[in-house]
């Protein structure tokens, strides 16, 4: 997810249990220039892998170039975005645009499938107006030019993230296509999980929106743990986050990209809804854990033993850039 899956959500991701987790999206003409800020989305961690990668792009060319860096960087899977409906995006010919540009979106994923050894993944909506069903006839040209999977988001760009994802249509290309469908869109519980598997047929399930602040839905879904967190674990982890994503993208850029996580990790009931405001007011990251331990002192003991049992890191900032898109 754009400006939400920086290194620091996906390590969190991995630790929770998630099997594979998948970068925020990479502008294929973004890496062919070298821009500096670009190539900030290739450093991958020891400990994501299974990770996916994303790149977006409209020429064939371009994004087989990209995807070889990808794969160079150490992505596990490279995955194609032919979802994102932001216009920044479509208005380049790329994103959800190629739903409905069959020929241009098969020979993408032909020429990115033959530049990699690594599998090849596509990410599509259901298509570019509500209603829209491009996606069952796109899919099977996808895996004929070279998709090891599908992930079906199935709500249309026009839509956004308004209304409800109609699982019947990931249902529908299951049927029609030989490669694993994963199935993406309102899967935050482990009921919605197993209803959404039961009823398409999809060989797993995406998450998305239900794990940020809120990395104990993975647990749940997989089956592991259904307890909800107590106030200590929420602002140690909380606290971790925070601590990893100045570590990755500097004081200056994680103070304002962190300010939406409070809201996710202390809304829900968990914290007073004043709280959240008092600290997206603070200057500095520094006063924000200060502010975080003093609402639960006992987080300090478990925050102590998250850090000790985190793989060792590379101390060094490693500069990340905060994603100028919005969303897929
Ligand atoms: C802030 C935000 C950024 C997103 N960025 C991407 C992206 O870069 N690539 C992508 O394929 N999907 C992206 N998505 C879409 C999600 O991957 C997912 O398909 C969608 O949110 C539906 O799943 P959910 O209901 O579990 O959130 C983004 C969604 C959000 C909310």
């Given amino acids: 997810m754009a400006g939400v899956s920086v290194q620091a959500f996906r390590r969190q991701g991995r630790r929770f249990g998630a099997g594979l987790v998948c970068s925020e999206m990479v502008s294929c003409a973004g890496l062919h220039h070298g821009n500096e800020r670009t190539l900030g989305y290739l450093r991958i961690a020891s400990d994501e892998h299974p990770l996916a990668v994303q790149i977006f792009g409209a020429e064939p060319a371009l994004m087989a170039e990209a995807a070889r860096m990808v794969e160079d960087a150490g992505a596990d899977i490279v995955d194609i975005n032919f979802g994102c409906p932001v216009r920044k995006v479509t208005k380049t010919g790329a994103g959800a645009t190629l739903l409905e540009d069959p020929e241009r979106a098969a020979r993408i994923v032909s020429a990115v499938a033959d530049a990699v050894d690594a599998p090849v993944s596509v990410k599509m909506r259901r298509g570019l107006e509500d209603g829209s069903r491009a996606c069952l006839d796109l899919g099977p040209k996808l895996v004929d030019a070279g998709a090891a999977t599908l992930t079906l988001h199935p709500r249309s760009a026009k839509q956004m993230y308004t209304g409800t994802a ?153 500069e990340l850039p905060v994603s100028i898109y919005g969303g897929g």
């Fill in 166 to 318: 109609d699982h019947m249509l990931t249902a529908e290309l299951v049927e029609r296509v030989d490669v694993p469908v994963i199935a993406c869109g309102d899967v935050t519980s482990r009921a919605r999980a197993q209803a959404v598997l039961a009823s398409t047929g999809a060989a797993a399930v995406m998450i998305g929106r239900g794990a940020q602040g809120n990395p104990w839905a993975l647990r749940e879904i997989i089956g592991d743990d259904d307890e909800e967190p107590t106030r200590e674990e929420i602002v140690a982890e909380l606290i971790l986050f925070v601590r990893e994503t100045v570590r990755e993208m500097g004081e200056r850029r994680a103070s304002g990209f962190l300010k939406k996580f409070y809201g996710w990790y202390l809304g829900r009931g968990r914290f007073p809804r004043p709280f959240k405001q008092e600290l997206v007011v603070l200057d500095s990251t520094d006063e924000v854990v200060e502010r975080l331990l003093v609402a639960a002192p006992g987080a300090a003991a478990v925050l102590e033993r998250l850090e000790a049992e985190q793989p060792p890191v590379d101390d060094q900032l490693l």
